[in-house]
């Protein structure tokens, strides 16, 4: 129940495509969903983050939408360039201090 | 406004010795927590720490592993007889206070491998 599943392990997309990762959960006392950026040799740096009383959030390029009901939300990325090429962690909190991470996506955006 | 820092980058260890990493949290946070990374996985919970207390263990290895954070001075996590399932990166993170959603920041990691 701790679990966050996280998909698809890899993406390869084009300049100009839009990156769509998906995460899924099933504690329902999760009630924070942060999205999390990390390059090669570098520690995670965090990219947005959503509240369950929202459905959706965004930040520039990057647009998270979550689903209460399905117990799911997800990452988008608009435009997505070269420079986002990077390895993206969905995570989740609720009831203590700690961030359960999914197994990350390997983004690979071609020039 | 120097961001979390932990040293050392990198530590080889030969199976049985000790491994001791190291965390200097932001200026002005006093929460610490620790995390593993393994090869292609995600970030495990280990610790979370306050000033010379230990709030929650519930992620730590019950043998060999223990961790602090006193009064002055970095947080250190320490690695007793270490074996080469423990090679994996070691992520440290600070806040100011606990529950703080978007004040969390990690530092660059301390990758141990063990030989």
């Known amino acids: 129940q701790q679990q966050v599943k996280q998909s698809p392990q890899s993406l390869i997309v084009q300049k100009g495509g839009i990156s769509i990762i998906n995460c899924a959960y099933e504690n329902t006392a999760f009630d924070y969903f942060p999205w999390y950026q990390q390059f090669p040799g570098k520690g995670p740096a965090l990219l947005i983050a959503?509240?369950?009383?929202?459905s959706e959030k965004k930040e520039g390029r990057f647009t998270i939408s979550f689903n209460k009901s399905a117990k799911q939300f997800s990452l988008h990325i608009m435009d997505s360039q070269p420079g986002d090429s990077a390895t993206y962690f969905c995570?989740?909190?609720?009831?203590?201090?700690?961030?359960?991470f999914g197994k990350g996506t390997k983004l690979t955006v071609n020039p | 406004n120097a961001g979390v820092m932990q040293n050392p980058r990198h530590l080889v260890r030969r199976r049985g010795q000790e491994a001791r990493l190291r965390c200097s949290p932001m200026k002005g946070h006093s929460h610490v927590y620790w995390y593993r990374q393994l090869p292609e996985e995600g970030l495990k919970f280990m610790v979370y720490?306050?000033?010379?207390?230990?709030?929650?263990e519930s992620g730590m290895p019950k043998e060999r592993f223990s961790a602090e954070f006193p009064k002055e001075g970095p947080s250190i996590l320490r690695i007793q007889q270490v074996v080469r399932g423990d090679s994996a990166a070691y992520f440290c993170a600070s806040s100011p206070r606990a529950m703080s959603g978007n004040t969390i920041y990690f530092g660059e990691g301390s990758w141990l491998t063990v030989v």
């Open positions: 995570a989740a909190r609720g009831g203590s201090e700690k961030l359960v």
């Open positions: 959503i509240r369950p009383d929202v």
């Open positions: 720490l306050q000033k010379e207390n230990i709030i929650d």
